[in-house]
């Protein structure tokens, strides 16, 4: 059995492991607190750049995804503030009779402009097709006079079949056609939607507080 003073010996040669310990421990802490701190700094502009977009993108796809349904899940893409419906849904046989995703795709566009918010912040809805540029340089321009047609018939589609949108709002509404180095792009008619400078100026006015504001001077 050990003595007292062993005990007290083997006592005070453990002290100086559980003081470094300690020590180690709240330094650790420190760093740690530093690296949250710098991190905070750097995710709360990130966050207030992306929070208005976002929430343009997610009243978009809450829209799309009520008008739409399951029934077009395969054919109508909702990605960040885009529509991408698939050309297939636009052709028919018989000329005179509507696609059926005209409808659909008429109502989103008409939420979004009851939407007081969505409607104060959407700059431009750009109907837009896409001319694959692995087409010969021969063709290019008939096929973008073309895919530009196509993109006007889709507008007009969308504006004639809704007044509300036809007197209201028909200045929020382009249509064009571009050249895609991505051949599956030519199988889709594409809406964007740009978002207006208010939209902007939010962004702005979030990321203020985070500018360097310099020490007043004497």
């Not at 064009?176 to 740009?194: E, G, K, L, P, Q």
């Amino acid at each position: 059995m050990m003595n007292d003073k062993e005990k007290t010996l083997k006592l005070i040669s453990v002290e100086p492991i559980i003081m470094l310990t300690l020590i180690g421990l709240m330094l650790t802490g420190a760093l740690l607190y530093y690296r949250a701190v710098n991190l905070q700094r750097f995710l709360e502009p990130a966050l207030a750049v992306l929070e208005p977009r976002t929430r343009l993108a997610s009243r978009l796809g809450h829209l799309a995804s009520e008008e739409f349904g399951v029934d077009y899940a395969s054919k109508v893409v909702v990605r960040s503030s885009r529509i991408m419906v698939h050309k297939s849904l636009f052709s028919s046989n018989e000329y005179h009779i509507m696609p059926l995703v005209i409808s659909p795709l008429t109502r989103v566009m008409h939420r979004m402009f009851e939407d007081p918010w969505m409607a104060a912040n959407v700059e431009l809805i750009m109907v837009k097709t896409s001319v694959p540029l692995s087409i010969s340089p021969e063709d290019r321009k008939e096929a973008l006079a073309r895919m530009r047609q196509q993109s006007e018939t889709v507008l007009n589609a969308i504006l004639g079949t809704d007044p509300y949108l036809a007197s209201g709002y028909s200045d929020k509404f382009a249509a064009t056609a571009v050249f895609s180095r991505s051949n599956d792009s030519a199988d889709w008619v594409i809406m964007d939607i740009i978002p207006s400078e208010r939209l902007h100026i939010e962004v702005l006015e979030r990321l203020g507080k985070y500018a360097h504001k310099p020490s007043p001077t004497n």
